[in-house]
């Protein structure tokens, strides 16, 4: 295990930008330069001193380990293990474990700083994490799988806990591989359901987990449409991802009775001007057939985002959102279901063109924050009713919309980010890694 921290002097901080750029591979070097730039944005907005915005850039602890991993044909191969957790000021770090081939040091640091903004915003006790292995699950056996799971969370035990980092799934994992993770973490002998959110309800999981955060970013798109349009259920929504996130915010936000006339998914994409029915579709995918093969919507040229529609909802990758597809959007709001999928030369084009974009900082909130009261129920050991659940999760959402609808929407991102950045500042003031007034 390899462990590395950064230090507060603007010149080391730099090199650490630098250093995880160069491990990016060609095409992916957006995600790190992006939160730097936009971080730098909201500390400026702030007022911050040059060594304190550093310090709240720099990670508390990065870890790699390597993974051998016996193949199923005999063969060995070693992966690479990731974990980063950026700010404990506000309690334990909290994030995803992502499987997939793009995976990097420099991807999971710009994660785990936009969970700890994320967290801050919603008023949660937590701070931000993001750990990961660069594979293709799809190309593993289950028993390889599960061989990797136990041995990426043996490997990085000595800094993870209840207490310390929470774990959770992100793409390319889900309550399967949770379940996984607690157990070899128990035979390890750390024998605790906190430790990881997300697992299966049978395991100490909450039934609304699964579907928070697709649910949050159909909730958040309603906010922001009826704050700027009106009536939501006169909103036209396409939707960019046809997965954990994207499935429940389109089922969603057509439960809310607005028309979702386009999805799309690894396949493709399609359209459908008078509404696609979803459930039709879903018994489609669910068969096996690829979605873009669905017979009763039209193949999409290019990106699903540019079809005429209102609401863009962009719930697969980062960077997804370009120039050219902000050129060409039609809808008259985007909300950000997955984590940097808009460019920020994008975002400018968007700007000028009048089109708002609600930061994923807000928009796909209700996953962490669903992820909260799981950890806290496995805390008292009483579980809630879905509905239960479902209600404070929302409730939670409008706190943290109401404090954006208060900006202009050219506003939203870094007022979103500045807020956020803002109480991580007050948990390392008062809890005295900082001195009071030190860096202001």
């Avoid at 199923?72 to 997939?100: C, N, W």
């Avoid at 994490?129 to 990426?152: H, Q």
């Avoid at 050219?324 to 084009?349: D, H, K």
Wanted: aromatic letters at 6%.
């Amino acid at each position: 295990m390899t462990e590395t921290t950064c230090g507060t002097e603007g010149e080391r901080c730099a090199n650490s930008l630098h250093r995880h750029s160069r491990e990016l591979p060609a095409g992916r070097e957006g995600l790190l330069e992006w939160e730097a730039e936009r971080f730098h944005l909201a500390t400026e907005t702030l007022g911050l001193d040059s060594a304190l915005v550093c310090a709240l850039h720099c990670a508390v602890r990065s870890v790699e380990i390597e993974i051998p991993l016996l193949r199923d044909d005999g063969s060995l191969t070693v992966f690479t293990g990731y974990r980063v957790q950026h700010s404990t000021a506000l309690g334990p770090a909290k994030g995803g474990i992502r499987f997939h081939p793009g995976v990097t040091g420099a991807e999971v640091t710009a994660l785990a700083r936009l969970m700890s903004w994320k967290t801050a915003l919603a008023g949660l006790p937590f701070g931000g994490a993001k750990g990961g292995v660069p594979v293709d699950p799809t190309t593993l056996s289950t028993r390889e799988l599960w061989d990797l799971t136990r041995r990426y969370t043996v490997g990085m035990l000595p800094v993870i806990g209840p207490e310390v980092d929470v774990v959770a799934p992100d793409l390319g994992t889900d309550a399967r591989v949770m379940g996984w993770v607690l157990r070899a973490a128990a035979e390890a002998g750390l024998d605790d359901p906190r430790l990881v959110t997300g697992k299966p309800p049978i395991l100490g999981g909450t039934a609304f987990r699964a579907s928070a955060t697709g649910v949050g970013v159909a909730h958040v798109a309603e906010r922001a449409f009826t704050h700027l349009e009106g009536p939501f259920d006169r909103a036209r929504v396409a939707v960019e991802g046809f997965g954990s996130v994207g499935r429940w915010a389109a089922r969603e936000a057509a439960d809310r009775g607005a028309k979702v006339v386009a999805v799309a998914d690894i396949t493709g994409a399609i359209y459908a001007e008078d509404g696609i029915d979803l459930p039709d579709l879903e018994a489609w995918v669910a068969g096996g057939r690829p979605l873009v093969e669905y017979p009763r919507a039209d193949t999409v040229d290019g990106s699903v985002l540019t079809v005429p529609c209102d609401v863009a909802i962009p719930a697969a990758m980062e960077g997804t959102v370009t120039v050219e597809v902000a050129r060409e959007l039609s809808a008259r709001l985007l909300v950000e279901g997955a984590n940097g999928p808009t460019r920020p030369e994008a975002e400018a084009i968007l700007a000028d063109r009048g089109v708002p974009v609600v930061p994923d900082l807000v928009a796909n909130a209700g996953g962490v924050i669903s992820s909260y009261f799981e950890w806290v129920q496995n805390h008292q050991r009483l579980p809630w009713s879905i509905e239960v659940e479902r209600r404070r999760v929302l409730e939670r959402l409008d706190e943290v919309w109401d404090q954006l609808a208060t900006v202009p929407p050219e506003k939203w991102r870094i007022h979103a980010l500045a807020t956020g950045i803002g109480r991580v500042v007050e948990g390392m003031v008062a809890s005295g890694e900082i001195l009071d007034g030190e860096g202001r």
